[in-house]
């Protein structure tokens, strides 16, 4: 068996016979080589594909429910997050742990 199944379909980009290794991207099947070409975003949480809205901070992206803070890991969800190192704080958890932020650059006076 070569892998090769009629209910797979045929890939979008190439028109070739989809294996069991397909890939599905915005709605649409392709094969592991069509799919390896798309600029595809990885979530830094969960390590998956992000279709549709991402979040960029501290230099990664991710999906909006898995940008949390790093110590009571609740979503920010469009709130204000304060920097520490490589991690990311809602303002109480970042108060309690590094002291009052910096009013502009969100960052501990600590850091700087």
Do not use: Q
């Amino acid at each position: 068996s070569s892998g090769i199944n009629a209910e797979y379909g045929d890939c979008f980009d190439c028109h070739r016979p989809l294996t069991h290794r397909a890939k599905e991207l915005h709605a649409h099947l392709f094969c592991h080589s069509c799919y390896d070409t798309k600029e595809i975003s990885v979530c830094a949480a969960c390590k998956k594909p992000i279709e549709g809205r991402a979040v960029s901070a501290l230099e990664k992206k991710w999906h909006p429910e898995h940008f949390v803070c790093g110590h009571c890991e609740r979503p920010f969800a469009g709130e204000r997050f304060y920097e520490h190192g490589t991690m990311a704080y809602c303002e109480l958890h970042y108060r309690k742990l590094f002291g009052d932020p910096c009013f502009y650059c969100c960052k501990s006076a600590a850091d700087e």
